[in-house]
C-alpha cells in the first residue's frame, strides 16, 4: 500500500513568487493534515480536513496561505507570495478519523522542503 | 499556555546502553500520548501509543512510562543500536481524537 504522497520533494523559489505543494493521503484516511517544520523544530499545524471540510485553520496566515481538498481526497496547500520566513519543509500527514476515545495516529509523508530566496 | 518540552540538547550513547528520552508537558490533560521517530529529510515515523491509564507500554527494544501526575512521558531503547540514531518526537492530542501537536524534538545518536 503506498504511503502519504508528496510533491515536490524540493522547491526553491524567489520571495514573492508563488508555489503549491500536492498530498495525496493513504486510501480510505478522511482527515488530512498540513504541518509547518523549521529546522531543528517540531511539526505545527497549518490546517486539519475531515473529508473537504476544513476542520481547524485557525493557524493558517491566511493572507498568503491557502489550501484546498476539493473531493475529500488529495489536497494543495498554496503560498502567495512567498516570503523569506516561509523556508521550511511542509509535511501532508493523514489518519483514519478523529473524534471521540479512538486514538489518532498520523501517518506522514516525506515532506516538501521550500527555500525562499 | 499549553507546552511540550523534550531534551533540548543532544542525546550521545554507546551502542548497547539504554537511551531514556524525556517529554514533559504543562497544561494538558491527554487522554494518550505518541512517540514518533524521525530521520533526516523525512516525515515522522509513530513508534508508540500510551493511553493515561496505562503506566507502562512496550513494543520489542522500546518501552514508554507515562505519569499523568507528573505530566511526564518516557521512552526508553534498551540495547541501542546505531540504526536507532535519529531525533524522536513526544505528542499530544490535547481534546482526544484531534490533531497532534508536538514537541522540538529530541536528537539521539549511538555510537558503535
Known amino acids: 500500500e503506498a504511503g502519504v504522497v508528496q510533491s515536490p520533494r524540493y522547491k526553491i523559489i524567489e520571495k514573492k513568487q508563488p508555489v503549491a505543494f500536492w498530498c495525496n493521503p493513504i486510501?480510505?484516511?478522511?482527515?488530512l493534515y498540513w504541518y509547518l517544520q523549521n529546522l531543528g523544530q517540531g511539526p505545527e499545524l497549518l490546517i486539519r480536513?475531515?473529508?473537504?471540510?476544513?476542520?481547524?485553520d485557525s493557524q493558517l496566515p491566511k493572507d498568503r496561505f491557502s489550501a484546498e481538498r476539493l473531493k475529500g481526497v488529495d489536497s494543495t496547500l498554496k503560498i502567495q507570495p512567498a516570503e523569506l520566513g516561509d523556508s521550511a519543509v511542509y509535511l501532508c500527514?493523514?489518519?483514519?478519523?478523529?473524534?471521540?476515545?479512538?486514538?489518532?495516529?498520523?501517518?506522514f509523508g516525506a515532506g516538501s522542503r521550500l527555500t525562499v530566496l | 499556555s499549553q507546552k511540550i518540552e523534550q531534551n533540548s540538547e543532544a542525546l550521545n550513547i554507546q551502542e548497547g546502553k539504554t537511551a531514556t528520552l524525556t517529554c514533559n508537558y504543562t497544561?494538558?490533560?491527554?487522554?494518550?500520548l505518541q512517540w514518533y521517530r524521525q530521520d533526516p529529510g523525512r516525515g515522522p515515523v509513530f513508534l508508540l501509543l500510551?493511553?493515561?491509564?496505562?503506566k507502562e507500554k512496550r513494543k520489542e527494544r522500546l518501552k514508554v512510562t507515562f505519569d499523568t501526575t507528573l505530566k511526564q512521558s518516557l521512552f526508553h531503547i534498551t540495547a541501542s543500536q546505531p540504526a536507532d540514531s535519529a531525533t524522536y518526537l513526544c505528542?499530544?492530542?490535547?481534546?482526544?481524537?484531534?490533531?497532534?501537536?508536538f514537541g522540538k524534538g529530541t536528537s539521539l545518536l549511538v555510537t558503535p
Open positions: 500527514a493523514s489518519s483514519l478519523g478523529a473524534g471521540g476515545s479512538g486514538a489518532n495516529v498520523l501517518t
Open positions: 486510501s480510505g484516511h478522511n482527515t
Open positions: 480536513y475531515e473529508n473537504e471540510e476544513a476542520v481547524d
Open positions: 497544561n494538558y490533560s491527554p487522554a494518550y
Open positions: 500510551i493511553r493515561e491509564n496505562e
Open positions: 505528542a499530544l492530542d490535547p481534546f482526544g481524537g484531534y490533531a497532534l501537536n
